[in-house]
């Protein structure tokens, strides 16, 4: 028997929609720390599909501008911007409601599926984000190593590397937060295994330990030489994307089977074409990937026997022997317009989205389906100024 529940769904979710958008947005909120601190834009209406974010580009010193001449007014100086364009993308996710799940509460449900929504949209966008924010090319590698294939659990984030950074930033002149009411400061990004490295350090203060009352971030867990830290469970890790092992023998051939199922990090790696793997002490291109058949196809022929390993460096120092990578953290360090945003939430860019039973028409002909959904209308993250962020990449206690 079907319950036909429309008349009381499409008033009631009328009625609450500003609700939902709030509960969803308050949701995604929780999960945003990358996406806290940038400079942020509205949507553009009726302008295409990208939004523009704009820099003032500072004056030039010279001895000239030092000394005036009695009597002379100076020739002016003009201002100028830059101006930095990112296209936007959508994001979004639906889940859906039967008429027998109705009848125990569709507000109720609606109410869950907002909340559940929104943590997992916040936390796309929060990926979204950090990984625009990671592709910047003003990198420190710790311990003096220079290159991420050199990284090894022994390079660990130290107070040293924190103040090199710091000394960085300075010298190129990058503004530090302040505008709300505590010392200037610049914020770093870091994951708790770099913080529980951090925190062993008799220079540490945490949050408890400040001595006087600051309106403190969400996420902020202490300070260091001008720098607060908020910790994220986001923060971005550069792991091996491939490591497995030949199937079967082959000789002068452009094709090998994986031995064991890939995993999706593997499949998505292999399914690239131009990405580098090894296979022993030999290099190759990938062309394609058939995930139907775990083979791999090669740009060139290569004979292979079977069980040998076929790994990516796309992380950090291999084993010798195991050729496994070494995990690789990024620490993010940056300033004030560093980087800049599409404003979620003063823009209504997320919204929740609700077709209740009896809106599909003729694809539900017993009204059995209402969806609960949640939509980014359109979203962007993007570094403004490479030289106020830095990027420190680095190993991590076991």
């Known amino acids: 028997m079907s319950i036909n529940t429309t008349a009381n769904t499409a008033s009631t979710t009328k009625l609450n929609k500003t609700f939902y958008d709030r509960q969803l947005l308050e949701s995604a909120k929780t999960r945003f720390v990358h996406a806290k601190y940038g400079q942020k834009r509205p949507i553009p209406k009726n302008s295409g599909k990208r939004v523009e974010f704009r820099k003032w580009n500072l004056f030039d010193a010279n001895d000239a501008m030092e ?27 639906y889940v859906e409601v039967s008429d027998l799940l109705d009848m ?12 559940l929504l929104g943590e997992q949209l916040g936390t796309v966008v929060e990926w979204v984000t950090r990984d625009a924010m990671n592709a910047g090319t003003n990198v420190q590698y710790a311990n003096g190593k220079s290159g991420r294939g050199e990284i090894t659990a022994a390079d660990k984030l130290t ?8 000394r960085t930033l300075k010298k ?3 503004r530090p937060f302040g505008d709300e009411g505590r010392k200037p400061h610049f914020i770093c990004i870091c994951s708790p295994e770099a913080t529980y490295d951090l925190q062993s350090d008799s220079l540490w203060q945490d949050v408890s330990k400040y001595s ?9 867990i202490g300070r260091l030489f001008g720098v607060v830290f908020v910790e994220s469970t986001e923060a971005k890790v550069f792991s091996q994307s491939v490591l497995n092992k030949v199937k079967t023998a082959t000789t002068a051939s452009n094709t090998f089977v994986l031995k064991n199922s890939p995993k999706d990090a593997e499949a ?21 990937f058939d995930a139907a058949t775990n083979t791999v196809t090669l740009s060139d022929n290569a004979t292979l026997t079977a069980d040998a390993i076929v790994y990516s460096e796309d992380a950090g120092s291999i084993d010798g022997t195991t050729k496994a990578g070494a995990d690789v ?6 300033g004030k317009d560093a980087y800049g945003i599409v404003d979620v939430g003063g823009s209504g860019a997320l919204q929740i989205i609700i077709k209740p039973h009896g809106s599909a028409g003729t694809s539900d002909p017993l009204d059995q389906r209402a969806t609960v959904g949640a939509k980014v209308a359109a979203y962007a993250a993007k570094i403004l100024n490479e030289l106020w962020i830095i990027r420190i990449e680095h190993g991590v206690s076991a």
């Open 172 to 174: 190129a002149k990058a």
């Open 159 to 166: 107070v040293a590397e924190i103040r090199k950074a710091v």
């Open 212 to 220: 006087c009352a600051e309106q403190i971030y969400s996420g902020e």
């Open 67 to 93: 000394a005036l001449q009695e009597g002379v007014t100076p020739a002016s100086q003009a201002l100028s911007q830059s101006n930095v364009e990112v296209e936007v993308a959508q994001y979004g996710a």
């Open 268 to 288: 998505a790696y292999l399914s690239t074409a131009g990405n580098k793997i090894k296979i022993g002490t030999d290099e190759h291109t990938v062309a394609s």
């Open 104 to 115: 125990t509460g569709y507000d109720q449900v609606i109410s869950e599926s907002a909340e």
């Open 329 to 334: 953290h990024s620490t993010l360090i940056f």
